[in-house]
């Protein structure tokens, strides 16, 4: 009979690994699809286009306009090559932090704590780029207030070169919401994995 309970326990326990490793693959792929959908934008009256600069998680992209017109540091991040390529390496530890969780079976230990490694590898990724879309939020509305303008709805921006005033509109876009709750699905995965990926007990 115990026999019996421990077949059947290992067989409920495989198919949950893979049940899990499905929804860890999904949550992957819907961060790497939010991180492609731009994060902010503002439109500019005086230029024509909707879009005239859009915030993604590598830094902003401006129209041809805007960088001839604005001056750059009111917007880009410092050092933006050096920005922009610490997120693409981000994005690709985050990548192999989640791929080497379904598969690493050892467990972290600090002290008292105890836990799978790979819940933690998962918790750290899904916190990480919560905290990353939080960050980029705030470090806008600094630039923006710097720069004397508002970061979110109407505001009028006054190029300090020039004196020229222009409108502008600005709002989140829709992957802010999305790469926000793909961090969410990420860090629920990580605190349910042990739900799913268990050893069966003899």
Known sequence: MAQTDVLQ???RGGAGVWIFRVLLVAGAAFMVYSWFQP???TDIAVIKGDADMVLRPWGVEAAPQVRTN???SAFQMPFPQVFAGFMWVYLAVCMLALAASLFVTRRFRLGPINLPLAMVL?????LS????VGLALGIGQLKAAASGVAFLGKGV???PGSDAKLKMV???QIGYWLS???GGVLTVLALVRGLLVRTPKV
């Open 170 to 172: 600005s709002d989140l």
């Open 122 to 126: 998962i918790l750290l990724v899904g």
């Open 180 to 182: 926000l709750g793909a």
């Open 157 to 159: 921006y006054t190029d």
């Open 70 to 72: 604005i001056d750059q």
């Open 39 to 41: 994060w902010w934008s």
């Open 129 to 132: 780029y919560m905290l990353a």
């Open 9 to 11: 326990g290992t067989v």
